[in-house]
């Protein structure tokens, strides 16, 4: 059983598209979280959702979008996408907001030509 | 100053020996400290969270946690080739609100070579 799984695994695409990540969890933890890792492998978080609810906005560009439609789930919409947004997202989980250990699925790494 | 530094390696040691990799961090407020492995092309992967000052052992795992001097540090014993990857000191750091961050280091390549 996968605890953290993200569709696609890769995804290769034009510059000006817009694309969707979808991430899953059933570890039955209540906070999920999406990273960007670039190519100098620096892992940043982006966004985080607790129950549903956005709680942490990096500074983020607003052509991407999360959004969770329960506590299970967690997707990352991008338009727009730049050759700069070319990476490997991460989502990942964790129990709840305090200073617990987060699990993280297997990346979709995302390539704008 | 960055929040969480890491030495970014290689750092190449031979197959039995002990290899250390050291962190330090930039907030006081510090919580909670974990290590994640990453192969390559793959995702971090949890292998040890300390939450106290002192060590902490699992396996051939150790860490090492000195509040006072904001330094965490993780050992492996008896090293293999099978534990070269990119290891990630991960610090949780406290924001306004009661939410917490977890903030990532670049990482130390570790290379055990037979």
């Known amino acids: 059983d996968t605890a953290v799984s993200q569709t696609p695994k890769y995804l290769v695409t034009q510059m000006g598209n817009d694309k969707s990540i979808k991430c899953e969890q059933n570890?039955?933890?209540?906070?999920m979280y999406w990273y960007k890792q670039d190519s100098k492998k620096f892992l940043k978080i982006m966004f985080s959702?607790?129950?549903?609810?956005?709680?942490i906005n990096e500074t983020v560009p607003n052509r991407f979008s999360p959004k969770s439609p329960d506590k299970a789930h967690l997707n990352l919409h991008i338009n727009s996408l730049e050759l700069g947004d070319s990476a490997v997202y991460f989502c990942?989980?964790?129990?709840?907001?305090?200073?617990?250990?987060?699990?993280f699925g297997p990346g979709t790494r995302l390539t704008v030509t | 100053q960055k929040e969480v530094e890491q030495n970014s390696g290689p750092l190449s040691v031979p197959e039995g020996a002990i290899a250390s990799l050291n962190c330090t961090y930039s907030?006081?407020?510090?919580?909670?400290f974990f290590w994640y492995r990453q192969y390559s092309g793959k995702s971090p992967e949890l292998i040890m969270s300390?939450?106290?000052?002192g060590d902490k052992e699992d396996g051939r795992f150790t860490a090492q946690l000195n509040k006072a001097s904001q330094y965490v540090s993780l050992l492996i014993r008896d090293s293999q080739p099978s534990d070269s990857a990119t290891y990630l000191c991960?610090?949780?750091?406290?924001?306004?609100?009661?939410?917490?961050?977890?903030?990532f280091g670049a990482g130390t390549r570790l290379a055990v070579h037979p």
């Open positions: 990942a989980s964790s129990p709840g907001l305090g200073f617990y250990e987060q699990y």
């Open positions: 570890l039955g933890h209540d906070t």
């Open positions: 959702y607790n129950n549903k609810e956005l709680i």
């Open positions: 907030d006081r407020g510090s919580q909670s």
């Open positions: 300390i939450y106290s000052n």
């Open positions: 991960a610090v949780n750091r406290a924001r306004s609100g009661g939410y917490n961050k977890l903030i």
